[in-house]
């Protein structure tokens, strides 16, 4: 395979059980760089549980996840974002006692470089990296349209600034793969419209993006290909026409034939 036929992310055999319960089961699928892949499935087909295995919340039963060619499925989640990947969370993940861009700089420091010495004594080093913090976290911000609230309280934000101001965390560890999960859930239309103009942004700009998402109009609507779950196992995968036509797809989750996206 050459380098430039050679996917981001490949998953190989996965596998994760619980006791005696099975929540992803040999699943195999790649991720080109470049590429917008959603992944899909009703409630239970394990598309949380892939997530949290990708991100290394969760160790694999069985199977292998390669970045770059190199596995990655050991590493702990702090090492997996230092290589580049990044995740928001359905639950957001935010801090409420915080101003926004404080709670970006928390995505921004796994860039950092100098130790606790560094900054205890507030060497130059220290300085610098304060400063990049910093700038890196405006920019950020900035990318996701909020800009004009970094330094508001964070518990001000609405629910949709509150999703965007997820993302722009996400993105101030530099990531070259964001891992969404559920990017548009409990979002009104407008704030739907306005996280898949910033999706196809970020896209645009060469970050590879790896969505869960229920919004099948959105899906439909960003997504290059499409991986289909149902009870931890691939059921289908292909481009948006293709998983629309899909017999298994249409009777495992959208529940009849007359499904129109």
Known sequence: MTAAAQPLIEVRGLSKNYGGVT??????????PGMIKAVIGPNGAGKTTL???LTG???????????????????????RVEVGMARTFQN??????????ENVMVGRHVRGRGGMATALLRLPGARREEK???EASRAALDAVGLGNRAD?????????????????????????????????AGLAARD?????DLILRLNG?????????????????????????????????????????????????????????
């Open 51 to 53: 997530f949290n295995m």
């Open 192 to 196: 739907i419209a306005r996280i898949s």
């Open 23 to 32: 929540a992803i089961e040999d699943l195999s699928f790649s991720v080109m």
């Open 57 to 79: 919340v969760d160790r694999p039963s069985r199977g292998k996840i390669l970045l770059d060619g190199k596995p990655i499925h050991d590493l702990p989640p702090h090492r």
């Open 92 to 101: 957001l993940q935010i801090f409420d006692r915080m101003s926004v861009i």
């Open 152 to 184: 508001d309280p964070a518990a001000g934000l609405s629910f949709g600034e509150r999703k965007l101001l997820e993302v722009a965390r996400a993105m101030a560890s530099e990531p070259r793969l964001l891992l969404l999960d559920e990017p548009a």
């Open 205 to 261: 700009q060469g970050i590879t993006v790896l969505l869960v998402e229920h919004n099948m109009r959105l899906v439909m609507g960003i997504s290059g290909n499409i991986l289909a779950l149902n009870f931890g196992r691939k059921i289908a995968e292909g481009t948006g026409e293709e998983i629309r036509r899909d017999r298994g797809v249409i009777e495992a989750y959208f529940g009849s034939e007359d499904y129109d996206a």
């Open 132 to 134: 990049d913090v910093l």
